[in-house]
C-alpha cells in the first residue's frame, strides 16, 4: 500500500523516466554552458568598456570602424557556407573522414570568399579611417592588422563546426574562456604603457591565433583534415552561396549600417565613437547567440522528430523574447545604470540607449529565427528580405537625420522590422512542412 492508498498510481512511470533524465541531462547541459558563456561574455565586455574608458573618443572611433569592418568581411566570407557545414555536417559528422571532406571543403570556399571580399571592403574601411581624420599611415597600419586577424577567423568559423556538432561544450567553453582570458589580461597590462587602436586590434588578432591553435588542436583528434575535398559538398556549397550571395550581402551592410551611416554622413569622429560605445552595451546578447550556434541550433539541426521540434522551436524562441523584453525594460526604466559603465563621456546618451537596446532585440530575435531556419535549410523565399527592407527604408528616409546619432539609431531600428517579420514567417512555413511530411 502506498503513502496515496491502494488505488493511486505512481507519479511517474517507468516509461516516462528516460525522457525526464534526457531532459534533466540537457538542462544541465544548457544551464552550464550559459553559465560559462556568461563568464566569457562578461570577460569580454569588461575588455570592450576598458577600451571604452581608457581610449579617447578619436581612437575609439578608429577602433570601432576597424572592428567593424573586419566583422563585416567575415560575414562576407561565409555566405551560405555555415548553412551548408551544419545541415550537412548534420548528417556526417560521425563519419571521421567524410566530415574532414566537408571541413576542407568549407575552409576552401571560405578562403575564397574572404579574398573577394578583402579586395571590396578595404577600400572602403581605407576611406572611412581617412575621413575620421586617421592619417594615412595609421589607417594602413590598422588596415593590415586587420586582414591579419580575419585571416585567422576564416579558419576559425569552418573549424568551430566540429566541436558544435559534436556537442563537445567543454571544448567550446575552454577555447573561448582561454581566448577572453588572454585578450583581458594583455589589454589590462597595456593600459600601463601604452594603448590605441592600433595596439587594441593586434591583441585582438593574437587572442585569435590562440583560439585558433587550441581549436584546430582538438580538431585533428576527431575529422580527417587530411581528407580531400568532396564535390557534391562543394557543389552544395554553391547552391547556398547562390542563393543566399544577394541577400546576404544585403543583411551583413544592414548589421552595420548605424555605424556606416555615421560615418559617412556624421560631422564628428565623436558620434562614432557614442554608435559604437553603446554597441558594447549589446554584447549581453552575445550569450544568447553562443547557446544558438553551439548548443540549440546543432540540437535542432539533429531533431527529427516533428512534435520534438515544435517544442524546441517553441523553448528557445520563447526563453529569447523573455529576456529581451526584460532588457528593454530596464533600459527604459533604469538608462544611466546602463550608461554608468561607459564613463562620463556617454553619459548622455539616455535616449539613444533605448533605441539602441530596441535594435540589439530585433537583432537578437531575428539572429534566433535564422539561426533555427539556416540549421534546418528552411530559407525559400529569405531573399524577399532585401526589398522588403528597401521599401522600408526608403519610406523612413524623409523623415531621418544621419548626421545624428539618435536618427542612425531610429534607422536601423526600422530598418530591423521587416527581417524580423519574414524570419517569422519562414520558420511558421518550414513547421508546417515538417508537421506535413509526417502527416
Not at 570602424?65 to 551560405?80: E, P, R, S
Not at 521599401?391 to 526600422?414: K, R
Request: glycine content about 8%.
Amino acid at each position: 500500500m502506498s503513502f496515496f492508498g491502494p488505488t493511486s498510481s505512481p507519479l511517474l512511470d517507468e516509461s516516462s523516466a528516460p525522457m525526464i533524465r534526457r531532459a534533466l541531462h540537457r538542462a544541465r547541459i544548457v544551464s552550464g554552458f550559459a553559465f560559462a558563456q556568461g563568464a566569457v561574455q562578461l570577460i569580454g565586455f569588461l575588455s570592450g568598456i576598458l577600451l571604452v574608458r581608457t581610449l579617447d573618443q578619436r581612437e575609439y572611433a578608429y577602433f570601432t570602424i576597424a572592428n567593424t569592418m573586419q566583422g563585416t568581411i567575415n560575414v562576407l566570407a561565409d555566405i551560405g557556407i555555415s548553412i551548408g557545414l551544419v545541415s550537412i555536417g548534420g548528417r556526417v559528422w560521425q563519419d571521421r573522414e567524410r566530415f574532414g571532406q566537408l571541413i576542407n571543403t568549407g575552409l576552401r570556399l571560405r578562403r575564397t570568399l574572404g579574398g573577394i571580399a578583402i579586395a571590396v571592403v578595404t577600400p572602403v574601411l581605407y576611406f572611412m579611417l581617412v575621413k575620421n581624420g586617421a592619417s594615412v599611415p595609421y589607417a594602413v597600419m590598422l588596415i593590415v592588422v586587420v586582414l591579419a586577424g580575419l585571416w585567422i577567423q576564416l579558419s576559425i568559423g569552418v573549424l568551430s563546426v566540429v566541436p558544435r556538432l559534436h556537442s563537445n561544450i567543454k571544448r567550446i567553453q575552454t577555447i573561448d574562456v582561454t581566448g577572453s582570458i588572454a585578450r583581458l589580461v594583455v589589454l589590462v597590462a597595456l593600459v600601463f604603457v601604452f594603448l590605441n587602436a592600433s595596439v587594441a586590434m593586434v591583441v585582438g588578432a593574437a587572442a585569435l591565433v590562440l583560439q585558433w591553435f587550441l581549436l584546430r588542436r582538438y580538431v585533428v583528434t576527431v575529422v580527417d583534415l587530411g581528407a580531400s575535398e568532396n564535390a557534391e559538398d562543394r557543389s552544395a556549397m554553391l547552391g547556398f552561396i547562390r542563393n543566399q550571395a544577394a541577400n546576404a550581402i544585403f543583411f551583413c551592410l544592414q548589421g552595420q549600417i548605424t555605424i556606416f551611416l555615421i560615418s559617412f554622413f556624421g560631422t564628428r569622429a565623436n558620434s562614432v565613437a557614442e554608435v559604437g560605445a553603446l554597441g558594447r552595451l549589446a554584447m549581453i546578447f552575445a550569450v544568447v547567440s553562443n547557446l544558438l550556434a553551439n548548443v540549440f541550433a546543432p540540437a535542432f539541426a539533429r531533431c527529427q522528430s516533428p512534435r520534438r521540434l515544435r517544442w524546441q522551436f517553441a523553448g528557445i524562441v520563447g526563453a529569447v523574447s523573455a529576456f529581451s523584453a526584460l532588457l528593454v525594460v530596464a533600459a527604459i526604466l533604469f538608462p544611466r545604470a546602463f550608461l554608468f559603465v561607459l564613463g562620463g563621456k556617454y553619459m548622455h546618451l539616455e535616449h539613444e540607449l533605448v533605441l539602441m537596446v530596441a535594435g540589439a532585440v530585433a537583432s537578437a530575435l531575428t539572429g534566433t529565427f535564422w539561426a533555427l531556419n539556416a540549421s534546418k535549410a528552411w530559407i525559400a523565399g529569405s531573399w524577399l528580405y532585401v526589398p522588403l527592407t528597401l521599401v522600408t527604408q526608403a519610406a523612413t528616409i524623409p523623415f531621418v537625420d544621419f548626421s545624428s546619432v539618435h536618427g542612425v539609431l531610429v534607422f536601423n531600428l526600422v530598418s530591423a522590422a521587416p527581417n524580423l517579420l519574414l524570419n517569422l514567417v519562414l520558420s511558421y512555413r518550414g513547421l508546417r512542412s515538417v508537421e506535413a511530411a509526417a502527416a
